[in-house]
């Protein structure tokens, strides 16, 4: 399996992108909910080429199509996503693959796909988006781990810097975080922070 950075910021445009590779990120998603093919395939293309100069992994969320025709590192699929996703010519473009899940029956399917990590969550209350699960708490990461073995495991939801080092050392291999980077008053320096503490192995 693939090691993933224990950093994982998710942001929603190239421009965020463009703002954070210079710190020294080794990993960060796109994640873009909102507009047209044309204008998501640019945005990817420009994620793209600047993770590249800065030999960054690139994770695109959702987007597969064009995530395999723009030449990304990773792509990232809810369990929504999965049912519409042709991951034979995802796995075909040797693309690695991270999957989403909240439960056990999710996990299971997840498992069965045989994805490059697994991502658990909401860790912590989250005012990003309405959630229908329950915060899972840093002993559900712990049992996670057990059960996908040397898989690497991503942690989400509410992760704050403060947060992040308990994160990892109840067993995820790797912290995704949004807005506490991307609604910090000085992203830039929550950023090296975070890179610093992780690093670090705090």
Known sequence: MTALAPF???VDSAAWVRRL???GVKLIQLRIKDGT???IQREVRDAVALCARHHVQLVVNDHWQIALAEGANFIHLGQGDLDGADLAAIRSKAVRLGISTHDHAELDRALSL???YVALGPIYPTTL???PWAPQG???IGEWKRLIGSRPLVAIGGITLERGPGCLRAGADCVAVV???TRHPD???RTAAWIDTTRAGA
């Open 8 to 10: 994982y910021p998710i």
């Open 21 to 23: 590779v210079p710190t």
């Open 37 to 39: 093919a044309d204008s």
């Open 114 to 116: 045989e994805p490059d």
């Open 129 to 131: 988006k309405v959630m």
């Open 138 to 140: 840093l002993a559900r």
């Open 179 to 181: 807005s506490d980077v």
């Open 187 to 189: 992203p830039l320096a």
